[in-house]
């Protein structure tokens, strides 16, 4: 989620030397679609908390529970793929001068502080009740959501009343403090995995994900509802994952050298990172996919949707086990090591990338997973992801008022009146959220009708 954008522009010409053999991967834009999909949907239904009736139970509690608890392990994801990204971008780039960093920070900056200022502040205003809110707010609503502005929440996030109006920038948020810290990550991460085997390479994932765990091991449920967002926020804590991310890159670009080696050698590529991309994304879904369907399936009745951060209800609903929110690391970086090494495979002689490329080097099954992902909408729609998230609270908010105003089945977007939803309603109601999230969306993107004006007049500004 590393500002949404093609991996071949993440980092400005101007400021990235790149290796000869430096390639676009398109897939990923595919994969970015569905894994923030997945949140959009489960943002779009968490709204039907409005909802008292029985007949659209599916949504408002089958599905709303299963995707909310997708939701925490595709944040996660999230930092890992932000942290390929960049190293992705920037693997010929030192950072060994205060102007290069300071360029480099500028132009991270620039990228995504307007969507972040403008969505905060219109999000907040739209929920005062001089618009559409509910009920009053206090100052201590008006500081926090105002001092949110300067990008340092994720470091007090502990304490109480320190969250945002916009909720889904908590995580833009911390991800600029990762952005922050990647100068000075970058030469260690090379020097630690550049030249590594794979045995060890694996080793020193492993002993990531087990540090990634250990600050989740002190919640319990006295302490629960107030750590967990503070540790969830904490940039340091995000910082394994992060890595996780720039060492895969390291490590893809490494398989594709090795590759291209064997090849111009005439040599057969017997390619295990090839072996493994090829049925990577399956397992990885396999894996997941199950463990989500037993969540199903075993989810309290007395549960709702959302039942909170309190300790007892928290552990009751979820399992204690899901206050970790790193533990499916290891999912995460096999789909994403897979399907970059599925898009590398796809690419010979730095030509266009395709099918018939990536059959001999991950097989059949591999290179339709590539094709897959590469077909449209799921690039363009991937690529979308900075506007999705920025705007979808401001979007839910308007998406319920244009329901109020057309007539069309809601009366209020209050709780407390004691709404009945039914089953086709419900399924309305859900679909039509996510329309309107992928319409602001197309609004605000960089070549949107509203996004270009913004990003273009930012440009003008930032130094080249």
């Known amino acids: 989620m590393q500002g949404y954008q093609p991996i071949a522009s993440a980092a400005p010409k101007a400021e990235s030397r790149r290796d000869a053999g430096r390639i676009e991967l398109s897939a990923v834009n595919g994969m970015r679609f569905f894994a923030t999909f997945s949140l959009v949907c489960g943002r779009a239904i968490e709204n039907l908390w409005i909802d008292k009736g029985e007949e659209g139970r599916l949504f408002s509690h089958t599905i709303c529970s299963g995707l909310h608890t997708l939701g925490k392990d595709v944040v996660s994801f999230y930092f890992i793929l932000s942290g390929f990204t960049m190293c992705w971008g920037y693997l010929g780039r030192d950072f060994n001068t205060d102007e290069v960093r300071w360029r480099y920070w500028t132009r991270r900056f620039a990228r995504f ?169 399956i397992i990885a879904l396999i894996l997941a996919g199950s463990y989500y369907l037993w969540k199903l399936s075993i989810w309290p009745d007395d549960c709702a949707c959302l039942p909170g951060d309190m300790g007892e209800s928290f552990y009751h609903c979820f399992g204690w086990w899901e206050k970790f929110d790193t533990k499916f690391v290891p999912i995460s970086a096999l789909m994403i090591f897979s399907v970059t090494t599925l898009d590398v495979a796809a690419h010979r002689n730095d030509g266009q990338p395709t099918y018939d490329a990536a059959v001999p080097r991950v097989g059949q099954v591999g290179a339709c997973i590539w094709w897959c992902l590469c077909l449209e909408p799921f690039v363009t729609l991937g690529k979308w992801g900075l506007p999705i998230f920025l705007w979808q609270s401001a979007t839910s908010l308007i998406t319920q008022v244009l329901l109020i105003d057309l007539g069309w089945g809601l009366e209020t977007r209050c709780a407390g009146h004691g709404l009945k939803f039914s089953f086709e309603y419900a399924g309305f109601y859900w679909g039509f959220h996510v329309f309107m999230a992928y319409f602001v969306a197309w609004l605000m993107n960089d070549d949107g009708l509203i996004g270009s004006l913004i990003h273009n007049a930012v440009k003008k500004i930032t130094p080249a």
Not at 186 to 215: E, I, Q, R, Y
Not at 218 to 243: H, M, S, Y
């Open 113 to 281: 502080y307007p969507d972040f200022f403008l969505s905060t502040v219109i999000t907040f205003l739209l929920k005062l009740p001089y618009f559409f809110g509910c009920h009053n707010v206090g100052w201590q609503s008006w500081a926090s959501n105002g001092t949110s502005l300067l990008l340092f929440t994720a470091w007090y996030r502990f304490v109480p009343g320190s969250g945002y109006v916009n909720g889904p920038v908590w995580f833009i948020v911390t991800l600029f403090w990762l952005w922050v810290f990647f100068p000075y990550l970058l030469k260690p991460v090379k020097t630690v995995f550049a030249n590594c085997s794979w045995g060890d390479f694996l080793m020193k994932l492993g002993l990531l994900w087990l540090v990634s765990l250990l600050p989740w091991a002190i919640i319990d449920k006295t302490n629960l509802q107030a750590l967990r967002w503070g540790l969830r926020c904490f940039p340091v804590l995000r910082i394994p994952e992060f890595v996780i991310g720039m060492a895969i890159a390291i490590r893809v670009n490494k398989d594709k050298q090795e590759m291209d080696e064997m090849e111009s050698k005439g040599e057969q590529s017997s390619c295990r990172p090839g072996v493994v991309a090829g049925v990577g994304p």
